[in-house]
Structure formats: C-alpha cells, structure tokens
C-alpha cells in the first residue's frame, strides 16, 4: 500500500522507550519524562487573551494569505533587528511558517532534484534527513563531534561532494548536543557555501534559549550570509507555543520563495488569529525569554550537578534546555535501565543518528522539585550499585 518513501523510513527510534514508559505508568511508577523537547511552561496569559480577541475577528475567519500577513512579517522584521541587529524586508525576506517543521521538512522539495546531495548533520533533529530523502535527495552526513564542539569539521568534506551537493542543513544552538556556533564558524560556512554554490538551511528555534551573557549569533548577521542562506525561526521554545504551530523563514529573498512556492501548492497558510497573537508574542519575546531562561539555567545547573555526581561525562549546555551525556556504553540500553528501574524517560542519543550512539539527552523540561526527584533516585541506583 505505502510508496517507497514511505516504506524506507527508518523504524522510529523511541518506541522501544515509549513502551517501557508506557508499562512503567501501568505499573503505578511515578514516571518523571525529561525525554520530550517540549516546554512545560504555559504560553503568556497576553498572546491567549490576544488569540481569544482575534479568534473573534471575521477577517480571520477567511482564508488567511499565504506568505502571513504583512503586520505578522513586520513584526518578525523588527524582532529581528531588535534581537540581531539585522534589517529585513518584510515582503520580500520574510514568510510564516505552520512551525518552523513544516518549512523545514517542505524546504528540499524547493531545491533538490532526485539524486542531488544535501549535507545533513549527525546526530540532529530527524527531520533534516527525511525532508531530504522525501525530495529524493540523497543525504551525506555531517559528523558532529565533541573535539570539534559539535560543529561540522568542513575541511573534511570532499570538494567534489562539496561541489556537487545543493544544500546543506545547520541547527545552532544545537538540539541535542547543547552546543553553540560563533560569527567566526558562521563567516567561514557562509565563504564554504557561496565556494561552492550551497544554499545554507539553517534551523535556530534556541536563539533565546541560552546561559552566557551573550545571545547566541544568528547566521544572517555574517557578510554575505543573505545571499547563501536562510534561518528558520520558531515561537514554539521563545515563548512556550509549541502547540500553536507558528515560525517563520527570513533571508535571502530568492530561497524565502521557494520555499513560498511549495508551500502554496500544499497548504493555505497560518490561521489569522494565531499570526495575531504571534505578534504579541514577538512584541514581548525580549522580557519572556529573560524570564525563561532564568527558570532553565536554574534546572540545568540542577541537573548538571546531578549528573555529574553520578559519574556521567556531561558539560554544561551553552543553551537550549538539553543535557548530552556520555554514557560510554549502548544509548538505548541506558535510557532503557533509567526507565525500568528508576520511572526515568531520556532519550537515546542514537535516535539522533549514528554519531550519537553513546549518549543520552536529558531535557529540563520539568519543574524543579521533579529534576531533584530523578536526580535522588539515580544517585541512589549508582549508590547500590557501588554496595553490590
Ligand atoms: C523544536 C524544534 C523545532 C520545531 O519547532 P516548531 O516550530 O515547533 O516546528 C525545529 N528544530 C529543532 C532542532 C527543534 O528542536
């Protein structure tokens, strides 16, 4: 019945876990999931009382515009220059997204023909690699690995690889490693890809989720980045909206419509009452990602303290709200122990590709008093172990 594409899916890599935590619940243990990249915190009280206002708006009950309205684009346009200190157009460089997934997993359709390479990292959100593979492209790994701060190593790939594929996908701060790339790692990706005629896909919802005194750079803040790339921005992990479904794709005008292209052929645009609140919600992003990040280094200084007590190798997140541990032995085998015996949900790292075999990502999406309940219970386990 299914097409090919469909078929050559690879198994999905958490359903082993998902079952174990599943028969955990079943048999009454408090399961305590720091598996899910999900915010726990709610969405701001004013962008629900602005949905409520706008949901009432007739004009929002018609089909909404397909690229998002010029006020939602604008608005985007000036967070953008608040937060990056880069201009955009509105009209031009600027197009919403039904979350910054959609645009990610539509976007090789835009350029690849069947057969065309694409750069993909490993390990990395999964979806870079199917979009490739569901466009018919073929992917070509990227390895992210921890004596290279988990970016890729450029001067390793072959020039005629280098050459011959079309695009190449980036996600910094990084899911799940943690791990950030700076203006100078950017200016020598931005020269790679304008050497080589690639176009950048690059994937940054963490851009406010982050400890040091600085924000994380954006990749459009490099000479010349706006005739290579694009970045694909979120309000699913700025603002606790993951289930709104509301991003945005802003850079060069000619990948911004391509992408516009396809996703005019297949879907009708966001609902224009949560483009309404999207605006609030960019107007008020700088004051609610303060407050959030000051309730994740909380967590993540927690968390780090635990783990690193237990004797796992862990560094401490420049950002997003993950913890990439080094278990040393097979991820699955692992996170399956953590929930058999101790009610914990991590991820594997393998589901996040090959290079990630050996670790486990641990999310701080969980209150405070839950991370300090997980971390009691390992430490206990690693105490009874020591006894045996
Ligand atoms: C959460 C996440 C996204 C998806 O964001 P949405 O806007 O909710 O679709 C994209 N990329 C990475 C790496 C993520 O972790």
């Not at 408090?30 to 598996?35: A, S």
């Not at 007739?58 to 000036?78: D, L, M």
């Not at 200190?85 to 979350?99: F, M, N, Q, R």
């Not at 870079?128 to 466009?135: D, G, I, N, P, R």
Request: net charge negative; with cysteine; charged share 25%.
């Amino acid at each position: 019945m299914y097409s090919d594409r469909i078929k050559s899916l690879p198994p999905y890599p958490f359903a082993a876990i998902d079952r174990a935590k599943i028969a955990a619940q079943k048999r009454g243990v408090d399961v305590i999931n720091l598996g899910v990249g999900d915010p726990d915190l709610p969405t701001p009280q004013i962008i629900i009382d602005s949905l409520c206002r706008a949901a009432a708006d007739p004009r929002n009950h018609q089909y909404p515009s397909y690229e998002g309205k010029i006020e939602f684009r604008t608005a985007v346009a000036e967070w953008y220059k608040e937060t990056f200190k880069v201009d955009l157009d509105p009209e031009s460089e600027v197009l919403a997204l039904i979350g910054s997934k959609e645009g990610i997993a539509h976007a090789p359709l835009a350029f690849l023909n069947p057969g065309n390479l694409a750069l993909v990292p490993d390990p990395a959100y999964p979806v870079y690699k199917t979009a490739v593979e569901f466009a018919g492209g073929v992917p070509v790994i990227l390895p992210l690995k921890r004596e290279n701060g988990f970016l890729p190593d450029l001067d390793s790939i072959p020039s005629d690889v280098a050459r011959k594929a079309r695009l190449i996908f980036l996600n910094y701060p990084n899911n799940p490693t943690g791990a950030c790339a700076d203006l100078k790692f950017f200016k020598r990706l931005v020269d790679f890809a304008a050497d080589n005629n690639l176009i950048v896909l690059h994937d940054n919802p963490y851009s406010e989720v982050y400890f040091g005194d600085e924000r994380p750079p954006s990749i459009l803040e490099v000479e010349g980045a706006r005739e290579v790339a694009v970045e694909f921005h979120s309000l699913s992990k700025t603002c606790n909206m993951t289930g709104w479904r509301v991003g945005f794709v802003v850079g060069d005008r000619e990948i911004v419509a391509g992408i516009g292209n396809v996703k005019s052929n297949i879907d009708s645009g966001n609902f224009g009452a949560v483009q309404d609140a999207g605006i609030v919600a960019l107007k008020n992003a700088q004051k609610i990602a303060a407050d959030m990040r000051k309730t994740y280094q909380e967590r993540v200084e927690l968390l780090y303290a635990g783990l690193k007590k237990i004797g796992l190798e862990v560094e401490k997140p420049e950002a997003t709200f993950y913890l990439w541990a080094w278990t040393g032995g097979r991820s699955k085998d692992y996170t399956r122990k953590l929930i058999d015996q101790l009610g914990i949900v991590a991820t594997p790292g393998v589901g996040f590709g090959d290079y990630g075999e050996g670790y486990v990502r641990f999310s701080v999406t969980q209150p405070t008093d839950r991370i300090a309940e997980a971390v009691e219970r390992m430490e206990r386990m690693v105490a009874e172990e020591k006894s045996l």
